[in-house]
C-alpha cells in the first residue's frame, strides 16, 4: 500500500474524511493510508474474479453475494477498516455500527497483487483477515502470472494451496464453485 499517512485519527475523523474525500482511505487503528490507483491488469482481473464468482453464484441460486473494492470491511475486534478487492458474504449482511456503510461478515475475500501490495496482502493484511470469525477463505491473485493462492480456514488452522497455469481451476470451497483460471486472467496481458 503506497499512500499518504496520517497518523493519531480517530473513527469519528476517519469518517469525517471518508464523507468529504474522492479518495479511499483504510484505517488501521489510529493511522490513515490514501488508498493508489491499480494498474489495467489489476482492474482487468478484479472485474474478471468479481463477474465469474457473481455468475457462478447466481446460476446456483446461492444466498451468498459479491460485492467490489467499493465496498469497505470492518474488522472490529483490531480496529481496522479496509477494502478488499471482492468479498462475498453468504446470509445477512451484518453491518458496522459505524456512520459508514460497511461490512463485517465476508466469507471469502479476494485480493490481487501488485508489486507494491505483495508482502502486505500475504502478510500483515492477511493476519487481518484472519481475525474474521466469518471468514472461510482468501484468495490470492498474481497479477503477473496464472497463478493463485488460496488459503483455507481449517478449525483453527490455514491450509495453504497453490494452483498455477491458464488451464488450472479455481475450486473456491467455501462457496463450492469452480471458477476457469483463463476466464480470471481474460484479457491480460503477461
Excluded at 478487492?85 to 497483487?113: A, F, H, R, W, Y
Excluded at 471468514?135 to 502470472?145: F, G, N, S
Amino acid at each position: 500500500m503506497e499512500a499518504k499517512k496520517l497518523n493519531d485519527i480517530s473513527i469519528e475523523e476517519y469518517i469525517a474524511l471518508e464523507k468529504e474525500a474522492e479518495t479511499k482511505y483504510e484505517y488501521h487503528d489510529g493511522t490513515v493510508y490514501a488508498m493508489a490507483g491499480g494498474t489495467i491488469e489489476h482492474g482487468l482481473i478484479c472485474g474478471n474474479i468479481f463477474g465469474e464468482i457473481r455468475s457462478a453464484l447466481r446460476s446456483k441460486k446461492s444466498n451468498c453475494r459479491p460485492v467490489n473494492s467499493e465496498v469497505k470491511l470492518h474488522i472490529q475486534s483490531i480496529n481496522r477498516f479496509l477494502y478488499p478487492d471482492t468479498m462475498v458474504i453468504c446470509g445477512k449482511i451484518e453491518q458496522s455500527t459505524d456512520e459508514i456503510n460497511s461490512i463485517t461478515n465476508p466469507s471469502l475475500i479476494v485480493e490481487v497483487l501488485s508489486k507494491s501490495s505483495a508482502s502486505y496482502d500475504r502478510g500483515d493484511k492477511f493476519y487481518f483477515y484472519r481475525q474474521i470469525e466469518s471468514l472461510q477463505e482468501y484468495i490470492i491473485i498474481e497479477q503477473e502470472k496464472a497463478q493463485i493462492e488460496i488459503y483455507k480456514r481449517e478449525a483453527e488452522l490455514w491450509k495453504i494451496t497453490r494452483i498455477s497455469g491458464m488451464k488450472s481451476k479455481l475450486y473456491l470451497s467455501a462457496l463450492d464453485i469452480s471458477i476457469d483460471v483463463e476466464e480470471i486472467y481474460r484479457d491480460v496481458k503477461f
